[in-house]
């Protein structure tokens, strides 16, 4: 084996370690995780836990000053396949009440939905007062997937960059703060990202056909960003671009400047006080049938 193989091998590895940190972060708080010594990556990773909680803490008085406010926001997530964009916003919704914060992930439009407006079938996600959406992938798909994969025409594509920023300036008069966000990562980077997904049985299910094909046309999807980013960053909504090889550090940094874009402040809530229970005298609870009880296999 080579020294480039050996090299590739150890870097799918730290990558399923991270996965597995990933999963951690769904199910542990960060005083209760103790990470091992030994591990040369400990201190970098009890930092970016570290930090993860703190940002964290930070998009809970977010959320609070948006319901307070009836503020609204949208953030758009692009960027090419496994560049890590539904990992920040896992990160991002973790934490959040998802009655306030929620995910409009569009599958590939139906036939009907191909007769509409193009921007149509994403107004219904659009938020009302005190909501904040993130869009994982947007309307951003006609100067992309569509436009390199041949899903629209020249006209429908020339159309998109005509409408596309009098759509966003509409959103923005009507009160909603527009955020868009491109994850950028490199061509090595990719590759050994989807290596590790098809080497993981539980992420393999990320890997479409689509996918692939991307991998194949990346110069295809580089000119088509290129054009996108040039004819659609506007005063209005600009663009900002998350270098995202470091998936981590990518995570902390667009959450970092997420809340930086926000005119948020603390807003104060009153003490919460637990009520005594009412107590009954002719109530007697009725036992549960034990033909209803979930047998405890764990």
Same mark, same amino acid.
């Given at each position: +084996? &080579?020294? &480039?193989?050996?090299?590739?091998?150890?870097?799918?590895? =730290?990558?399923?370690?991270?996965?597995?940190?990933?999963?951690?972060?769904?199910?542990?708080?960060?005083?209760?995780?103790?990470?091992?010594?030994? @591990?040369?990556? $400990?201190?970098?990773?009890?930092?970016?836990?570290?930090?993860?909680?703190?940002?964290?803490?930070?998009?809970?008085?977010?959320?609070?000053?948006?319901?307070?406010?009836?503020?609204?926001?949208?953030?758009?997530?692009?960027?090419?396949?496994?560049?890590?964009?539904?990992?920040?916003?896992?990160?991002?919704?973790?934490?959040?009440?998802?009655?306030?914060?929620?995910? *409009?992930?569009?599958? $590939? #439009?139906?036939?009907?939905?191909? &007769?509409?407006?193009?921007?149509?079938?994403?107004?219904?996600?659009? #938020? $009302? *007062?005190?909501?904040?959406?993130? %869009? @994982?992938?947007?309307?951003?798909? =006609?100067?992309?997937?569509?436009?390199?994969?041949?899903?629209?025409? @020249?006209?429908?594509?020339?159309?998109?960059?005509?409408?596309? !920023?009098? %759509?966003?300036? +509409?959103?923005?008069?009507?009160?909603?703060?527009?955020?868009?966000?491109? %994850?950028?990562?490199?061509?090595?980077?990719?590759?050994?990202? %989807?290596? $590790?997904?098809?080497?993981?049985? /539980?992420?393999?299910?990320?890997?479409?056909?689509?996918?692939?094909?991307?991998?194949?046309?990346?110069?295809?999807?580089?000119? *088509?960003?290129?054009? +996108? /980013?040039?004819?659609?960053?506007?005063?209005?909504? #600009?663009?900002?671009?998350? #270098?995202?090889?470091?998936?981590?550090?990518?995570?902390?940094?667009?959450?970092?400047?997420?809340?930086?874009? +926000?005119?948020?402040?603390?807003?104060?809530?009153?003490?919460?006080?637990?009520?005594?229970?009412? =107590?009954?005298? @002719?109530?007697?609870?009725?036992?549960?049938?034990?033909?209803?009880?979930? !047998?405890?296999?764990?």
């Amino acid at each position: +084996m &080579t020294q &480039t193989e050996e090299q590739l091998i150890r870097r799918i590895r =730290r990558d399923l370690q991270d996965d597995f940190d990933e999963e951690l972060e769904l199910e542990l708080e960060d005083r209760q995780y103790e990470l091992d010594g030994a @591990d040369e990556d $400990a201190g970098d990773r009890r930092l970016y836990f570290r930090e993860l909680i703190r940002l964290q803490s930070e998009l809970v008085k977010l959320q609070d000053w948006v319901v307070h406010t009836g503020h609204k926001v949208v953030i758009l997530f692009e960027g090419r396949d496994a560049a890590g964009k539904g990992g920040v916003i896992k990160r991002i919704t973790q934490r959040l009440n998802p009655r306030v914060c929620r995910v *409009a992930a569009l599958p $590939a #439009p139906n036939d009907r939905e191909r &007769t509409q407006w193009y921007f149509q079938r994403y107004v219904s996600h659009l #938020p $009302a *007062a005190g909501e904040i959406v993130l %869009f @994982d992938r947007s309307w951003y798909n =006609r100067a992309g997937v569509e436009r390199v994969m041949g899903f629209c025409t @020249d006209e429908q594509y020339e159309e998109f960059f005509r409408s596309v !920023p009098e %759509f966003e300036r +509409m959103l923005v008069r009507s009160g909603i703060q527009l955020v868009k966000y491109w %994850f950028s990562i490199s061509d090595d980077e990719q590759r050994i990202r %989807f290596l $590790a997904r098809i080497n993981d049985p /539980l992420k393999q299910w990320k890997l479409s056909p689509m996918d692939l094909e991307s991998r194949r046309r990346w110069e295809e999807y580089t000119k *088509a960003k290129e054009v +996108m /980013l040039e004819r659609t960053h506007i005063p209005e909504s #600009p663009w900002w671009v998350v #270098p995202a090889d470091d998936k981590k550090r990518a995570r902390l940094n667009c959450i970092q400047h997420l809340l930086n874009q +926000m005119p948020y402040d603390e807003v104060p809530h009153a003490d919460v006080q637990l009520p005594e229970r009412e =107590r009954r005298e @002719d109530y007697i609870r009725q036992p549960v049938p034990q033909s209803l009880i979930v !047998p405890e296999v764990y």
